[in-house]
């Protein structure tokens, strides 16, 4: 029977599609202010070319491929025949929805995906590789991804019998092994295990955050594709995972460091509603808020270990997006309801049957992104060049392009330099700074003055 447009289920979708958009320049915000000041604008680039590229691509290419007819009935990709959508229409339906609306939605989650590796390699890469390199990810990684999960043919779904409600595999889990993969290709910096990279600007981060978590709402519930069922469940639950996570994190935070810190509260926030992606239509709101809890103890833990495996995960997308996504998707096997998605957890009296499955899809997708990734990453840095030279790593280099005004500040350093203003203080005394009046003691005071301004900038300019 035929489905009929259903104008409610179209508005919410539109409207989560605007949510979810709205998230790749909130990641931008959220990794500019995670970084120095000197990559803030590269870092904002990297997510705002994804706009455009994988826009492009999806269309030309990547809806038919990720949603078109199952080419061999075997689950791995879609029939290239609908290429620039020339056969979808205003009348065409998927469900209850416009097409194009679907296609718009499926199209953001494209561009977050490929956008959240950045982070992996923030100030150390050029932008002519991570465009390459956009190009051939999306349509080699991401697109046959999300046709295995997404679509109802895919293996994933199909012959697995796997659970993923909103993008667990093929955005969370995808990301974070794929950052991985592309750090490792890219390199280390210098100073990766001498210095660990001071956030420039925390409350951009914040912004970004904020961002980030409203579009989130529209990422999972807009994953019901209506307007009832689901979708208000998976809307709280998304609330309550981000939540959890913000105790749990913190918690490891206080014991490990002996005090909380904004950025490591950020980070759970994310944590958490990174693992209840998965898992939001298909879980109790208990369930939602056990599995943020667990994940910001387990993330808390794992962003550590880029030092002891020596791997230079610079924004922590490993640690959070990829040991997020597999806290989230295994979850499922312990906390689904029959009452949400038909399948009961471990927990629930569903055996270990739907947990196993969930344990094959991490495999498999984890393995198959992260190789993929390391073989593109590789013939992108063998072709055009991927990693920036070292040098980048303490001036803007063939980047150069700054997001701050410093011109009036730098002309200050110059000319004290040109001054030879020694770096430090003398051995004026305080008494001799402060002076009587008499030119002697002022003019000694006003050389302190200078050497420590002298001082202060060079030390500024040493921390961008």
Not at 82 to 103: E, Y
Not at 253 to 272: D, I, N, Q, T, Y
Not at 421 to 426: E, I, L, M, R
Request: hydrophobic share 50%; with cysteine.
């Amino acid at each position: 029977m035929p489905h009929a447009l259903d104008t409610g289920n179209t508005a919410w979708l539109m409207g989560s599609t605007a949510m979810v958009l709205l998230m790749t320049p909130g990641l931008a915000f959220f990794y500019g202010g995670m970084v120095k000041t000197k990559h803030v604008l590269v870092m904002l680039k990297m997510s705002f070319v994804c706009l455009a590229i994988v826009t492009l691509l999806w269309v030309a290419i990547g809806y038919s491929l990720a949603f078109g007819t199952d080419v061999g009935g075997w689950g791995l990709i879609g029939s290239p025949a609908d290429w620039f959508m020339h056969d979808v229409g205003m009348t065409s339906l998927h469900g209850s929805i416009p097409t194009v609306v679907f296609s718009c939605f499926q199209m953001a989650f494209a561009i977050i995906t490929v956008a959240l590796i950045s982070g992996s390699i923030a100030g150390r890469a050029t932008m002519r590789g991570w465009l390459w390199f956009v190009v051939a990810w999306t349509l080699f990684v991401y697109v046959p991804m999300a046709h295995w999960v997404f679509d109802p043919s895919g293996w994933v779904t199909a012959h697995l019998g796997a659970l993923d409600f909103a993008g667990g595999l093929p955005v969370e889990l995808n990301s974070g092994a794929a950052g991985l993969a592309v750090a490792i290709v890219v390199r280390k910096r210098r100073d990766f295990e001498r210095e660990t990279i001071r956030p420039h600007n925390l409350p951009l981060v914040v912004v970004g955050l904020a961002l980030l978590w409203f579009g989130w709402f529209g990422f999972n519930a807009g994953s019901a594709l209506q307007d009832g069922g689901t979708a208000p469940m998976a809307f709280l639950n998304t609330q309550l995972a981000a939540c959890g996570a913000m105790v749990g994190w913190p918690l490891i935070e206080k014991w490990r460091l002996g005090h909380v810190e904004m950025l490591g509260v950020a980070s759970a926030a994310v944590a958490g509603m990174v693992a209840i992606t998965p898992a939001c239509g298909e879980v109790s709101p208990l369930g939602a808020l056990t599995i943020g809890f667990v994940a910001g103890v387990v993330c808390a833990f794992a962003i550590n270990l880029k030092y002891r495996m020596r791997y230079d995960d610079t924004l922590d997308v490993v640690g959070v997006h990829g040991w997020g996504g597999i806290v989230g998707v295994l979850a499922i096997g312990l906390f689904a309801t029959a009452q949400m998605s038909g399948k009961r957890g471990l927990f629930y009296g569903g055996g270990v049957g739907l947990l196993w499955r969930q344990a094959v899809a991490v495999v498999a997708c984890g393995a198959f992104s992260f190789g993929m990734t390391w073989l593109i990453a590789k013939a992108v840095e063998k072709t055009v060049g991927f990693r920036a030279a070292e040098d980048y790593e303490d001036v803007p280099g063939e980047q150069e392009e700054q997001a701050y005004d410093d011109e009036t500040i730098a002309e200050i350093r110059r000319r004290l330099v040109e001054a030879q203003v020694p770096v430090s203080a003398g051995t004026v005394s305080v008494a001799a700074r402060a002076g009587s009046g008499s030119g002697s003691g002022s003019g000694s005071g006003d050389s302190e003055l200078l050497a420590e301004i002298r001082l202060v900038l060079e030390r500024r300019e040493q921390e961008k």
